[in-house]
């Protein structure tokens, strides 16, 4: 499918005198005179107004797990939006795809995660995890149960309260974050915070941290912990081993309810359907978004164990929260049709049989550059360490922050989208990637750290 004729300039104008795009600096987008405009996208490429095709090393935004150009969602939605284009589940009402989607994803989920409410982003997700845990333990009789233990470098959103969960502190400033209630501890982030420590020892440090606070805290205060199976926004750290056992110990040594954010690795990216079962835990609750619709619709919701909701059924009363678009049809029945598509293609055990270590040893090309101090991978999600002395963890300011965008700039005009994060650039492709679309994407960060050494290094004076 060829894109429409755009006038790009105009876009570009109309994008700084009119549009905010998310997460930006304002000032830089005009600057630029405008953001890229990305026009179309088939597969594991997208392309932007100007004629340059980009393989797309982050499905989107850590989204677009079956590859775009799918034409059986796009059929999907219009179905659907000819029978039934929206309906609300506020006033005792559902709708088919809605309850459909539930029961679905209550298969996956397995065991006690038998129950599901909806929403439209990880964001939403996350208000309702909050929400929802701090009424759960009102109505149980504990009303001091409010605190919420998380990490340093976590991500869970970016309102109000996705953002306080979130233990990214240049994000707290704006609004004055977070709000009260949240506990933000060590992250299991190896390579920068226990470089040289045993992994085992490391692992049971930072679980040791969550149980300190805990007791700091108060026990009968603590109403869960939160945290990313993988950091994915964070720079995908990958915890260490034997890290969530731990805390899931921890969690249940306290009677905390354990909340595995799934927004980035559920669907299939780790090789299981969810992230929790890769690492063999059993959650109480599962926020998830991303490629429960493959980023083709908004769509995100909440796997809520039943014992939860056994109390909310007999104590809870009217739970009043939602949103207007919380189980939307359309969106429903695009998410059924991915999930469908999911396990037609064999895509998450694709993941774990193929591509995942087909990733891992292809990023192993990397490991003898002197820039690289480290690489790696769990699943189809993987990251690359920048360093200025090899076989250390030391960063060409003496601290983290800069060189992963500009190696991220250099991967960009060079046809690779990846994100750079701090010191690091990421990648969390379409599952749906060949082994040669994979080759381009080594080679394509070895060429730009090249091109992004002269910068790199003029960071050393700065």
Not at 117 to 133: I, P
Not at 138 to 147: A, H, L
Not at 322 to 332: D, N, Q
Request: charged share 25%; aromatic share 8%.
């Amino acid at each position: 499918m060829t894109a429409r004729n755009y006038n790009i300039p105009e876009l570009r104008r109309l994008d700084v005198e009119h549009h905010l795009p998310a997460q930006a600096n304002y000032g830089e987008i005009a600057a630029l005179g405008g953001s890229r405009i990305i026009t179309r996208a088939d597969g594991c490429t997208i392309y932007d107004g100007d004629g340059n095709a980009i393989l797309d090393g982050m499905a989107g935004l850590w989204c677009v797990n079956v590859g775009y150009g799918r034409e059986e969602l796009v059929e999907t939605a219009a179905a659907q939006m000819r029978e039934l284009p929206f309906y609300n589940t506020f006033f005792k009402t559902a709708t088919p795809p809605t309850v459909m989607l539930a029961a679905k994803l209550a298969e996956k989920l397995g065991g006690d995660l038998q129950h599901v409410f909806f929403n439209s982003s990880g964001s939403e997700a996350n208000d309702t995890v909050m929400r929802m845990v701090r009424h759960y333990w009102n109505v149980s009789g504990q009303p001091k149960r409010t605190v919420f233990i998380s990490r340093w470098n976590a991500y869970h959103g970016s309102t109000m309260a996705g953002a306080s969960l979130g233990g990214m502190k240049h994000m707290h400033p704006i609004g004055g974050l977070p709000i009260p209630g949240v506990e933000h501890v060590a992250q299991p982030y190896k390579f920068n915070e226990g470089f040289n420590e045993d992994e085992e020892a490391f692992s049971a440090r930072c679980a040791q941290e969550i149980e300190d606070r805990i007791v700091k805290v108060g026990p009968e205060n603590v109403a869960a912990f939160i945290g990313e199976v993988v950091q994915g926004a964070g720079g995908v750290i990958i915890p260490p081993k034997g890290y969530w056992k731990r805390v899931e110990a921890i969690c249940r040594k306290y009677s905390i309810l354990l909340v595995v954010d799934e927004v980035i690795t559920g669907f299939g990216r780790l090789g299981s359907w969810f992230g929790f079962q890769h690492f063999g835990v059993t959650p109480d609750l599962v926020p998830m978004a991303k490629g429960l619709s493959s980023g083709y619709v908004p769509i995100s919701a909440v796997g809520v164990s039943h014992k939860i909701v056994e109390v909310l059924r007999e104590k809870g009363g009217d739970f009043v929260h939602g949103y207007t678009y919380s189980g939307h049809p359309v969106a429903a029945a695009v998410a059924l049709k991915n999930l469908e598509i999911i396990e037609r293609e064999g895509l998450v055990e694709r993941v774990k049989s193929d591509i995942g270590p087909y990733l891992a040893e292809a990023l192993k090309r990397l490991d003898g550059d002197p820039l690289v101090g480290e690489v790696r991978s769990l699943g189809f999600i993987g990251a690359v360490e920048i360093v200025s002395k090899k076989g250390t963890n030391e960063r060409f300011t003496g601290k983290e922050g800069k060189a992963g965008p500009i190696v991220r700039d250099a991967c960009i005009k060079n046809g690779l989208m990846v994100r750079g994060i701090r010191d690091s650039i990421v990648m969390c492709p379409p599952l749906t990637m060949k082994h040669e679309e994979i080759d381009r994407i080594i080679d394509i960060i070895a060429r730009s750290l090249r091109e992004a050494e002269p910068a790199l290094r003029e960071l050393r004076a700065e």
